[in-house]
Antibody, heavy 120, light 106 residues
């Protein structure tokens, strides 16, 4: 059974940093494109970034480019999101999601989400 | 980026109703359009991918159609568990989501 479990969400001050983790089980994560999607309180879904399967090519939304870094530890089957220079507008539930294959942006499996709150 | 506009933003419906939600794209994207369902406090779930393909385990009352710039999600006979917010999402380029359509009880 495919499972994704996010962790690491917390309350952080503006300008601070945070690392989110997404532990994958039931599949080999290096084979698939993995993505972070966020949802601000009461708002819609926003794609944040993706790491492709195989060559680990990465893509970022303009709103986080240069501040966030997506990576994965293949030995631990875990996806990470390193978040720097956090802003109030980064406050959201962050979901990790697995794509249908190594390059797709169709999100088949989702974690339960982890809440990041940026506030002073 | 491709912009997706869903309509309506909210819909008052009753059990048994036929429900239609539309998603219009700012440019042609063939059939690279997916639909998700999200219930309060839960992660989204994939319903339809590539315009009209029903994801495994999704009830057959859900269907998708369209290509190019205009897409539709249809629920043939609304069930109590279908009250949720529905999002379209394009996978043609850098992913974007529609703003969502919330189904409310009439």
């Amino acid at each position: 059974e495919v499972q994704l479990m996010e962790s690491g969400g917390d309350l952080v001050q503006p300008g601070g940093s945070l690392r989110l983790s997404c532990a994958a089980s039931g599949f080999i994560s290096i084979t698939y494109a993995m993505t972070w999607v966020r949802q601000a309180p009461g708002k819609g879904l926003e794609w944040v970034c993706t790491i492709k399967g195989g060559d680990a090519f990465t893509e970022y939304a303009d709103s986080v480019k240069g501040r966030f870094t997506i990576s994965r530890d293949n030995s631990r089957n875990t996806l990470f999101l390193f978040m720097n220079s956090l802003r109030v507008e980064d406050t959201a539930i962050y979901y990790c999601a697995r794509a249908i294959d190594g390059s797709s942006s169709t999100f088949v499996y989702w974690g339960q989400g982890t809440l990041v709150t940026v506030s002073s | 980026d491709i912009q997706l506009t869903q309509s309506p933003s909210s819909l008052s419906v009753s059990v048994g109703d036929r429900v239609t939600i539309t998603c219009r794209a700012s440019q042609n994207m063939a059939i690279f359009l997916n639909w998700y369902q999200q219930k309060p406090g839960k992660a989204p779930k994939l319903l339809i991918y590539a315009g009209s393909n029903l994801h495994s385990g999704v009830p057959s009352r859900f269907s998708g159609s369209g290509s190019g710039t205009d897409f539709t999600l249809t629920i043939s006979s609304l069930q109590p568990e279908d009250f949720a917010t529905y999002y379209c999402q394009q996978s043609y380029t850098i992913p974007t989501f529609g703003q969502g359509t919330r189904l409310e009880t009439k």
